[in-house]
Nanobody, 125 residues
Framework: QAQLVETGGGLVQAGDSLTLSCAASGLNIYSWEMGWFRQAQGKEREFVAR????????SYADSVKGRFTISRDNGKNTVYLQMNSLKPEDTAIYYCARSRHTYYTGTSLVDYNIWGQGAQVTVSS
């Protein structure tokens, strides 16, 4: 049974940095593209970042490009999201997700079918 668990969320001030981790069990992430999504209060879940199976390709939402970095350590079966220069508008629940297929995965919600429980990130002004 595949499971993703996000850790590392918390309350920080604007301009601070935070790193989220996504530990996988019941699956080997080397076979899958992985992504991060977030959902702010009262808004729909939105794409944040994705990474290819070996980390050669990454994609980012325009709102986080240049500030966030997605990475992976397949040996540790873990995906990371490094968040720098955090802004209050980054406040959301952040979800780790596994792609639906082993080949290229896009940035749409429907491209992923295994999700973590989410980690709250709150950025104060």
């Amino acid at each position: 049974q595949a499971q993703l668990v996000e850790t590392g969320g918390g309350l920080v001030q604007a301009g601070d940095s935070l790193t989220l981790s996504c530990a996988a069990s019941g699956l080997n992430i080397y076979s899958w593209e992985m992504g991060w999504f977030r959902q702010a209060q009262g808004k729909e879940r939105e794409f944040v970042a994705r990474i290819s199976r070996r980390g050669h390709s990454t994609s980012y939402a325009d709102s986080v490009k240049g500030r966030f970095t997605i990475s992976r350590d397949n040996g540790k079966n873990t995906v990371y999201l490094q968040m720098n220069s955090l802004k209050p508008e980054d406040t959301a629940i952040y979800y780790c997700a596994r792609s639906r297929h082993t080949y290229y995965t896009g940035t749409s919600l429907v491209d992923y079918n295994i999700w973590g429980q989410g980690a709250q990130v709150t950025v104060s002004s």
